[in-house]
């Protein structure tokens, strides 16, 4: 047998903008939970035996700015917005364990449409 893969990969975005940057930012001075959320992730994934199948993953801006803080989990494209240690506790159980997303955490649709196909993007930009 093989190593096997992660069931889910969960990429907290951990941009954060310098001070007095008027863009908003998923972690922030502002918000001091938001500069939590990683580690609680992480904590929480720890403490519930999950850490061997399911990845946190640090990253970069995901252009949701206006919504964060965000994560995204892996398959599915699910986005989660407006994250509190709450939040990510009902995400682990109900989504991660239970498989059910949780609907009324997920991104608006009008922020989050239908993905562009590669070719077709090629085609929009004149290649
Ligand atoms: S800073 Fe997190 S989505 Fe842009």
């Known amino acids: 047998m093989g ?7 969960i990429f ?10 008027p863009k908003p930012s998923c972690v922030s001075q502002a918000n001091p939970e938001s500069r939590e959320l990683f580690g609680y992730l992480g904590q929480k994934l720890m ?8 990845s946190p993953i640090r990253t970069s801006c995901l252009n949701r700015c206006q919504q964060g803080p965000v994560m995204l989990v892996e398959p599915g494209h699910f986005m989660y917005v407006a994250l509190t240690k709450q939040k990510i ?5 109900e989504h ?8 009324e955490f997920l991104i608006e649709e009008e922020f989050w449409d239908k993905a562009i196909a590669p070719m077709e993007a090629m085609k929009m930009s004149g290649m």
């Open 3 to 9: 190593i096997p893969q992660p069931a889910f990969y």
């Open 12 to 21: 907290k975005c951990e941009q954060s903008a310098p001070p007095g940057m």
């Open 47 to 54: 403490e519930k035996g999950l850490i061997a199948t399911v």
């Open 89 to 93: 506790d009902r995400i682990i159980d």
């Open 96 to 103: 991660i364990i239970g498989e059910k997303p949780v609907t």
